[in-house]
């Protein structure tokens, strides 16, 4: 009775008043004063569940506030019901929930219906409920850009939260993984949708290039002085932008949302699959918690101070990461051809001195600078490498060679990404290399310690090539491409549209050792000299056969097998006969740094469309 009575008092269930709520979605969401864009669409992802129409009735509570006490935001909502048809009767539930919130929000929500693979077997489906994720994530995403709403909310609550850190320990998830859900992040499962994940926002322009080594100075309290770092002229613009989802209820336990919901009259519908805990792991977490029999190192108070232990932890070590980035030069960063070269000497003067406190202090703050180097060090990794993100783990590697090693090696491969060491004693600084600014030579030779570049490691012999194919523009209807061509992401690094006037198929494929002959030839003489100085000086070794090329998707007229290339897109370089037949737009990934200035227009383009 008594350890009842204390669950009671503890989870004592109260209605969570709109005033709560808008500050709860303002720590989430970010903006503390009103933009200047208005009104501000927000997507509401709702399933009809106490839980998420607690969410749209405080939502609709929030903008009937006085103007002042919601700091003169002005709100406009997208409601989204995903019918996930997994059992029956779903699609008509799905139409009851939208009339209860059209009711509510005054707005027409949108029923977004799953579309499984055909034989698909849900009741046997082994990993129904990761599936069901992905496919749900998707729909919402498409509608969001569908609608140009790049902020969507979620009705995750506390108990959401107990259950998530119960899963990932029972994994046997560690550090960063038991800080469970995020009150904010990138919309997950759309990788490689354009406008949905990372992309869609408005386009960053490249660098102009500077003769300073210095990088992007800051100015006092860390801003960034608009100052270019050694970035190409021509450099192609980045993407920027994506859907951000926000979870405004994750502090507040389920059962302060259902009391929001009885106590307004507001009603909702139970989903009887939630309650098999046979169905889904996360059902069966739950239903443990509900118990109240676990240990109380795993009840839902623990697993929420761990979560946010966790969570202070990683922020400790975020920061000192930052602090990391601010110390690190920015020497040349290339993303025609994806190559990055930074000065290192400073970050590993701090990082050392970090390490060597733990002598005198304790051994925690060794700890948290090694995973802080960690930190830094992704970031910049995840700047070249094909990869969405790179576990910590790979990165380890990483951090030994660069930062804690007396004598680092002159290169090395990992997490998919290569590295190589500038040393004057042993490496000739020539005009082609990596950081051959001519104007830098000097100041580079008297910097030299922990110069490296980086770039996306060469495909290995049994490594599948990145491959997008392109139809072509059929005067016949049924033969046509869909009107609508969006840019498709290429070896996880550039998003690319082709327009296809010829007669064939082609395909974005890397360029080769066995491409470059033909290629060349193909180009009149005049242009030639030029386009082969280009390759010598941007894309040297290696780094020239991560390029992406747009060729023939057959090997037509060829002695040798091998396709034909008829542009290299990212270098602005097309073959003489297809000047009138090939348009594209080519974008380089969204980078998660501060190196970005503003310039002109990208010369990597050919004829806009679109």
């Given at each position: 009775?008594?350890?009842?009575?204390?669950?009671?008092?503890?989870?004592?269930?109260?209605?969570?008043?709109?005033?709560?709520?808008?500050?709860?979605?303002?720590?989430?969401?970010?903006?503390?004063?009103?933009?200047?864009?208005?009104?501000?669409?927000?997507?509401?992802?709702?399933?009809?569940?106490?839980?998420?129409?607690?969410?749209?009735?405080?939502?609709?509570?929030?903008?009937?506030?006085?103007?002042?006490?919601?700091?003169?935001?002005?709100?406009?909502?997208?409601?989204?019901?995903?019918?996930?048809?997994?059992?029956?009767?779903?699609?008509?539930?799905?139409?009851?929930?939208?009339?209860?919130?059209?009711?509510?929000?005054?707005?027409?929500?949108?029923?977004?219906?799953?579309?499984?693979?055909?034989?698909?077997?849900?009741?046997?489906?082994?990993?129904?409920?990761?599936?069901?994720?992905?496919?749900?994530?998707?729909?919402?995403?498409?509608?969001?850009?569908?609608?140009?709403?790049?902020?969507?909310?979620?009705?995750?609550?506390?108990?959401?939260?107990?259950?998530?850190?119960?899963?990932?320990?029972?994994?046997?998830?560690?550090?960063?993984?038991?800080?469970?859900?995020?009150?904010?992040?990138?919309i997950p499962e759309c990788l490689g949708l354009h406008g949905i994940h990372g992309s869609g926002g408005e386009y960053v322009p490249g660098l102009k290039d500077a003769t300073d080594l210095g990088g992007?100075?800051?100015?006092?309290?860390?801003?960034?002085?608009?100052?270019?770092?050694?970035?190409?002229?021509?450099?192609?613009?980045?993407?920027?932008?994506?859907?951000?989802?926000?979870?405004?209820?994750?502090?507040?336990?389920?059962?302060?949302?259902?009391?929001?919901?009885?106590?307004?009259?507001?009603?909702?519908?139970?989903?009887?699959?939630?309650?098999?805990?046979?169905?889904?792991?996360?059902?069966?977490?739950?239903?443990?918690?509900?118990?109240?029999?676990?240990?109380?190192?795993?009840?839902?108070?623990?697993?929420?101070?761990?979560?946010?232990?966790?969570?202070?932890?990683?922020?400790?070590?975020?920061?000192?990461?930052?602090?990391?980035?601010?110390?690190?030069?920015?020497?040349?960063?290339?993303?025609?051809?994806?190559?990055?070269?930074?000065?290192?000497?400073?970050?590993?003067?701090?990082?050392?001195?970090?390490?060597?406190?733990?002598?005198?202090?304790?051994?925690?703050?060794?700890?948290?600078?090694?995973?802080?180097?960690?930190?830094?060090?992704?970031?910049?990794?995840?700047?070249?490498?094909?990869?969405?993100?790179?576990?910590?783990?790979?990165?380890?590697?990483?951090?030994?060679?660069?930062?804690?090693?007396?004598?680092?090696?002159?290169?090395?491969?990992?997490?998919?990404?290569?590295?190589?060491?500038?040393?004057?004693?042993?490496?000739?600084?020539?005009?082609?290399?990596?950081?051959?600014?001519?104007?830098?030579?000097?100041?580079?030779?008297?910097?030299?310690?922990?110069?490296?570049?980086?770039?996306?490691?060469?495909?290995?012999?049994?490594?599948?090539?990145?491959?997008?194919?392109?139809?072509?523009?059929?005067?016949?209807?049924?033969?046509?491409?869909?009107?609508?061509?969006?840019?498709?992401?290429?070896?996880?690094?550039?998003?690319?549209?082709?327009?296809?006037?010829?007669?064939?198929?082609?395909?974005?494929?890397?360029?080769?050792?066995?491409?470059?002959?033909?290629?060349?030839?193909?180009?009149?003489?005049?242009?030639?000299?030029?386009?082969?100085?280009?390759?010598?000086?941007?894309?040297?070794?290696?780094?020239?056969?991560?390029?992406?090329?747009?060729?023939?998707?057959?090997?037509?007229?060829?002695?040798?097998?091998?396709?034909?290339?008829?542009?290299?897109?990212?270098?602005?370089?097309?073959?003489?006969?297809?000047?009138?037949?090939?348009?594209?737009?080519?974008?380089?990934?969204?980078?998660?740094?501060?190196?970005?200035?503003?310039?002109?227009?990208?010369?990597?383009?050919?004829?806009?469309?679109?």
């Amino acid at each position: 009775m008594q350890q009842s009575f204390q669950r009671t008092v503890r989870h004592a269930a109260k209605p969570i008043s709109p005033n709560t709520f808008f500050d709860a979605l303002c720590q989430a969401w970010g903006p503390k004063t009103a933009l200047k864009r208005s009104p501000i669409k927000f997507g509401l992802a709702l399933s009809g569940g106490v839980d998420s129409m607690a969410l749209a009735y405080l939502c609709v509570a929030m903008t009937r506030l006085p103007s002042q006490e919601r700091r003169n935001f002005k709100f406009q909502f997208h409601p989204y019901i995903v019918d996930h048809r997994s059992r029956e009767g779903s699609s008509e539930e799905a139409i009851l929930v939208a009339e209860r919130v059209e009711q509510l929000l005054g707005v027409q929500p949108k029923i977004l219906p799953i579309t499984w693979p055909p034989s698909t077997q849900l009741a046997t489906l082994p990993n129904f409920e990761s599936e069901a994720r992905r496919l749900r994530y998707q729909a919402l995403g498409q509608a969001c850009r569908n609608d140009h709403v790049s902020s969507l909310l979620l009705a995750h609550h506390s108990d959401d939260q107990a259950e998530t850190v119960l899963i990932r320990l029972a994994n046997g998830h560690r550090a960063a993984g038991l800080q469970g859900i995020r009150s904010s992040a990138d919309i997950p499962e759309c990788l490689g949708l354009h406008g949905i994940h990372g992309s869609g926002g408005e386009y960053v322009p490249g660098l102009k290039d500077a003769t300073d080594l210095g990088g992007p100075k800051r100015k006092a309290g860390g801003k960034m002085n608009q100052r270019p770092c050694g970035i190409e002229l021509n450099a192609i613009q980045m993407e920027s932008g994506g859907i951000k989802i926000y979870r405004p209820l994750l502090s507040f336990p389920k059962e302060d949302l259902i009391m929001t919901c009885t106590s307004t009259g507001v009603e909702w519908v139970e989903d009887a699959t939630n309650r098999d805990p046979t169905l889904t792991v996360r059902n069966a977490a739950r239903k443990l918690l509900k118990t109240g029999r676990l240990p109380r190192a795993l009840q839902k108070a623990s697993l929420l101070q761990l979560a946010m232990s966790s969570q202070t932890k990683l922020k400790s070590r975020e920061d000192v990461a930052e602090r990391y980035i601010d110390a690190c030069n920015i020497v040349k960063f290339d993303n025609r051809v994806g190559l990055l070269s930074v000065q290192l000497s400073e970050v590993v003067r701090l990082a050392r001195l970090n390490s060597s406190l733990a002598e005198t202090e304790h051994d925690r703050c060794t700890t948290r600078s090694q995973s802080a180097a960690v930190i830094f060090l992704r970031k910049l990794v995840e700047v070249v490498s094909p990869e969405n993100t790179t576990p910590l783990k790979a990165i380890q590697a990483v951090v030994d060679n660069m930062i804690w090693t007396t004598d680092p090696p002159m290169g090395f491969t990992a997490a998919r990404v290569k590295f190589e060491r500038f040393d004057s004693k042993r490496t000739k600084l020539e005009d082609n290399h990596p950081l051959g600014i001519p104007e830098s030579r000097k100041e580079l030779q008297n910097n030299e310690t922990h110069i490296w570049t980086m770039s996306r490691e060469p495909y290995r012999r049994w490594e599948p090539r990145p491959t997008i194919s392109i139809p072509y523009n059929s005067d016949e209807p049924h033969l046509r491409p869909p009107r609508e061509n969006r840019f498709e992401l290429w070896d996880g690094r550039f998003w690319i549209r082709v327009e296809n006037n010829t007669r064939h198929l082609l395909i974005v494929r890397p360029f080769t050792k066995a491409d470059l002959k033909p290629f060349l030839a193909a180009i009149s003489f005049p242009k030639r000299s030029s386009i082969t100085k280009m390759l010598k000086e941007v894309a040297p070794g290696d780094i020239r056969w991560t390029l992406p090329t747009i060729a023939l998707a057959d090997p037509v007229g060829s002695d040798d097998g091998i396709s034909e290339v008829l542009a290299l897109p990212s270098l602005g370089v097309v073959v003489d006969r297809m000047k009138n037949k090939l348009r594209w737009q080519i974008r380089y990934k969204r980078v998660n740094l501060n190196i970005n200035a503003t310039v002109g227009p990208s010369g990597a383009e050919r004829n806009k469309f679109g």
